[in-house]
């Protein structure tokens, strides 16, 4: 099936692409309304009385379709530059005390992790770990056996437990709603950290969001946005405990006075200037995916390729596939005996085939969206299998 988003990417007319975990491309129409803003930007005066309008109105159209997306008040979003930032800002405003205990899952990314660990640090908590990462069967004995791992993994000092909603290394997907739920009967009621870099534009997402404290998600990845924009949706509880960190001029309600208070939303997390055009373009970006249907209905389009491939790649002699199922969503890992992870993607790079190596696990990963055709998938496995 051919889509009309797909005929807005230019990046895909001259390689075959599986990348969108890592960066997607930037539609045709997007990059047009980021010119036009920027167009606007200076018509206007890039500050004079008369751009602030126009300003706001970009800004708050993009909060407002981010908040139907995620399925919360606008004002519990706070804009940032991407997922890290996302997670890291609230994060390190909470109140921590010596001897709380950071609980992350042995599937987050290293850049998250490396937060918490210096968090750990300079607030002289303890960070301990649960597995997923070994968790290769279906969906319902997967969620089953992450709750069950929790359960075991929580403790009375459990303060914060880090888990990603789309794991990005073995892409099966966490049951963060029923993840959420455990914690509130926990008596410390640990705030729940969600890396949904690989979740938005890819799965649905307004139910996880709503259930978790920390929600951070980029907009350059699945959404097919510019770089240098991402957005994180945060619970009416963390709004009432957490601080701001690295403040600014936007953290403020007034944002002409130094002794002003903090904003009481999702505001309070934001710093400063940021690049208004990236706001249009990431608008027009979700726009583009809005009309290939429903989230369900395009997570059935991605999750139909990337079946196809998985059960292609399972027939490959040397292979093996990081899921023993199909994979519940577009991201498709797997290892070639033999060869190693990054020789692989630099061959195929020669023919125009673009996936990624990962290191932990090291395996290669190939991502599927709504944009993908049979033919790519059979174009990749024809390359996998001529050694």
Known sequence: MTSGFRDQLPALANKTYFNYGGQ???????????????GQLQELGPFTGDVWPFVESTVTGLRRRLGRWLGVPPQRLAFTENVTSGCVL??????WQQGDVLLLSDCEHPGVVAACRELARRQQLTIERFKVADLRQDPAATDAAVLQRLENALGPRTRLVVLSH?????????????????LDQHPQRPWLLVDAAQSLGSIPVAEAAEAADIYACTGHKW???????????LSERLLAEAQPTLIGW???????????????????????????????????????????GSPEQRLQRIVLQARRLWESLAGLPN??????????AGI??????????GDVVRRLGEQSLWIRSLDEPA??????????LEQDGDRLIAALGDR
């Open 223 to 233: 959404c097919c946005g510019p770089e240098g924009l991402g957005v994180v949706a």
């Open 363 to 372: 395996c290669l990963r190939a991502c599927t969206h709504v944009c993908t």
């Open 90 to 95: 609230p994060l390190w405003g909470l109140p």
């Open 319 to 328: 292979l093996k596939t990081a899921l023993q199922t199909p994979p519940p």
């Open 24 to 38: 997607g491309p930037l539609p045709t129409a997007s990059l047009e309304a980021m010119v036009a803003a920027w």
């Open 166 to 182: 789309l794991l990005w290394n073995t892409g099966q997907v966490m049951p963060i709603a029923a993840v959420a739920s455990r």
């Open 250 to 292: 936007r953290s403020l309600s007034h944002e002409g006075s130094a002794t002003s208070g903090f904003h009481t939303d999702g505001r309070r997390f934001e710093v400063a200037t940021s690049c208004i055009p990236l706001f249009a373009g990431l608008d027009r970006s979700l726009e583009l995916l809005e009309a290939e």
């Open 332 to 341: 498709v890992s797997f290892t070639l005996e033999g060869e190693q992870p």
